[in-house]
């Protein structure tokens, strides 16, 4: 059974920081593409960032990008986002996201519908 576990949410001060963790089990991933994307309370599930197979690709979300870094680590078969000066309207659901299609692929996913495999989530809850 594939699954996809995200942990190091919590409650933080805007301008804090958080690191979340994505563990992935019952396959590897270290071909694929891999992704975070938020849902934020009432609103729609959103892009955050994406990293292509190897690490040596990435893209964000304007809204994060310069303060959150996405990185991998396939020796271990986990996904992170490091998230700095944190914002209250950062507040939300965060969600790992595995794609498969796409194999040692360095392009740039931004759709939900292109992944695959999802995580349940982890709340982090940013106050002002």
């Known amino acids: 059974q594939v699954q996809l576990v995200e942990s190091g949410g919590g409650l933080v001060q805007a301008g804090g920081s958080l690191r979340l963790s994505c563990v992935a089990s019952?396959?590897?991933?270290?071909?694929?593409?891999m992704g975070w994307f938020r849902q934020a309370p009432g609103k729609e599930r959103t892009f955050v960032a994406c990293?292509?197979?190897?690490?040596?690709?990435?893209y964000y979300a304007d809204s994060v990008k310069g303060r959150f870094t996405i990185s991998r680590d396939n020796a271990k078969n986990t996904v992170y986002l490091q998230m700095s000066s944190l914002k209250p309207e950062d507040t939300g659901v965060y969600y790992c996201?595995?794609?498969?299609?796409?194999?040692?692929?360095?392009?740039?996913?931004?759709?939900?519908?292109?992944?695959?495999?999802w995580g349940q989530g982890t709340q982090v809850t940013v106050s002002s």
């Open positions: 990293i292509n197979w190897n690490g040596g690709r990435t």
């Open positions: 019952g396959r590897t991933f270290s071909s694929n593409i």
């Open positions: 996201a595995a794609d498969i299609d796409h194999i040692a692929s360095d392009s740039i996913l931004v759709a939900e519908s292109q992944y695959e495999y």
